[in-house]
């Protein structure tokens, strides 16, 4: 049973997340969480709202569904939203703005649902007041998600606004950068233990190394966005919202390893540079420019890496993976290595046999987020000096 003051919301996430969200969520003291597809639905209030918000590090978006129904034609869909009482949530001198995802035979274009919706919720206002409220699809009052799936439609307010994957420190970028959600899902689905040092071999923009510094001092995921959907709501709780802010921040801990990335362009490393300083950790993250074919790393490193995949960068495939697998195998004896990549097939070039395999989108590239251990001398003898 519900308590009074608590509803439900569901976090969406990208697909094979839905895992790391739902323990970040038990951590964060959720209730009555169930995984769903691309999704964990959760109950709490509105101050679990505004935690939420600025601490999941594996959600896209928090979205608090206000009503649900069906409606089989278009006409259906324009009644069921203009009869809606809109007033509750913001009035003709607020903005808002529609995104709409799902689909179903009839409703097959998102654009043409978010439209009717829009038309819907405008008519119903001048019709009452004679003037009507305007889009805003930069920072609305109201962010109003449609989700459509055959005939059953769920309107949800949109606590985020924009994506939660653009957490403010991201100034600069290069070509392929890596999400900020999926960046900080890869590192949570590894092995790395927090205490242990850290390194990026191919680090680009430096997004997964500074997803990992904050995960390592326990930073708040979203303290650096300037903005929140649920800031131009009618309840919008200032003193509340500052208070979880505040308590949020007092959570940072200390870590004492080493985070470290290394690149060997250029372009890549300022961006990188950039992007770490923008995030106050110019400290706790060193980057140099090194050649990772070139490179050895210390024993006991955790190594994650993104490198360019067929889909994303044209290069010769096969002999690249071949050559990451020597590489490895010569200059990071004793790390527990992962790599991202969409190259199913040609990932066993590497030659080397995963600890562990997972599956796992980056966008709507299917890839694999392997492990290998690459132990100093034979297995047996470095199991037995563990």
Known sequence: MIKDGNYKMVATT?????????????????????KLNRAVEFVGDLGFMYKANLNLRTAIRILKPIFEFKARNEKELYRKIYDYNWEQHFGVDDTFAINSSGYSEIFNHSKYTALKTKDAIADSFRDKHGNRPNVDVETPNVQINVHVSEHKFIISLDSSGYSLHKRGYKVASVDAPINEVLAAG??????????????DPMCGSGTILVEAAMIANNIPANIFRKRFGFEGWKNFDIDLWEKIRDISLEKEQEYHGMISGADNFQKSLRACRENINNALMRDDIKVNMKDFFDTPVPPNTCIIFNPPYGERMPIGINEFYQKIGDTLKHNYKGCSVWLISSDIENLKMIGLKPSRKIKIFNGKLECRFLNFEIYEGSKKQSKQDL
């Open 14 to 34: 990208m697909l094979g997340l839905e895992g790391v969200l739902e323990e970040e969520l038990t951590k964060l003291g959720a209730q009555y969480i169930h």
């Open 186 to 199: 890869l590192i949570m689905l590894s092995d790395w233990n927090k205490i242990s040092n850290f390194h």
